[in-house]
């Protein structure tokens, strides 16, 4: 594994590969849910992550290449930014922060993601908080003429959280996203960290 992953990083992912059980990821599947289940300490997430065919390759292409990745909200960014700062030192954008003031009917999320998608749509869009600002990405998507490389759909909570991912998994996007209820920054986050370890490996042979 990846001289970027701590020693008692190692340590957790060998547990956690004692008590997963049997599954059917590919590797580079299982290092993306391993990290998952080690930023949660919850197994759950093994029945949850789902994944579009090539979403994967296309991540680790687009974070070789230096695309810009927007965060919708600064935890997420704060919990990429130390492995992009390692790795590829790809442009980091937080939605939220583009936007000073919500137009009217959005939120401040929703506002900046719109932002976002106008100057960076190639970009790699990773949601772990706002499923409004995922459901605003998703009505642009559908009458663009290009996609982002790669779209992480993990908001958490009660109120629009499910439909957004339901939106997004209707979408022809190459994507990443957890089902149901559950995500988080801290999900978001892990998802991103494990194709940047993946796309290192990958580089670095």
């Known amino acids: 594994m990846s001289s970027l992953n701590h020693p008692i990083l190692e340590q957790s992912f060998a547990i ?42 296309a991540a680790i292409a687009a974070l070789q290449q230096g695309v810009p990745i927007v965060t919708d909200v600064g935890m997420v960014e704060k919990g990429i930014a130390g492995m992009v700062a390692k790795t590829f030192n790809n442009p980091l954008i937080c939605a939220v922060e583009q936007a000073g003031v919500a137009l009217g009917g959005k939120t401040r999320t929703e506002t900046g993601l719109l932002e976002c998608w106008q100057k960076f749509p190639q970009g790699i869009f990773v949601f772990g908080n706002a499923p409004t600002a995922l459901l605003a990405l998703c009505t642009e998507l559908k009458n663009a003429f290009v996609s982002p490389a790669l779209v992480i759909g993990a908001p958490v909570g009660f109120v629009s959280v499910v439909e957004s991912k339901a939106v997004l998994a209707q979408t022809p996007v190459p994507q990443i996203r957890v089902e149901g209820r559950k995500g988080g920054s801290p999900v978001a986050s892990a998802i991103l960290n494990a194709l940047i370890v993946l796309a290192w490996e990958n580089a670095n042979g």
């Open 16 to 57: 956690i590969d004692q008590e997963i059980g049997e599954h059917n990821f590919s590797p580079t599947e299982y290092a993306i849910v391993q990290r998952v289940i080690h930023s949660t300490a919850d197994f759950e997430f093994k029945h949850l992550i789902r994944f579009s065919p090539g979403a994967i390759a």
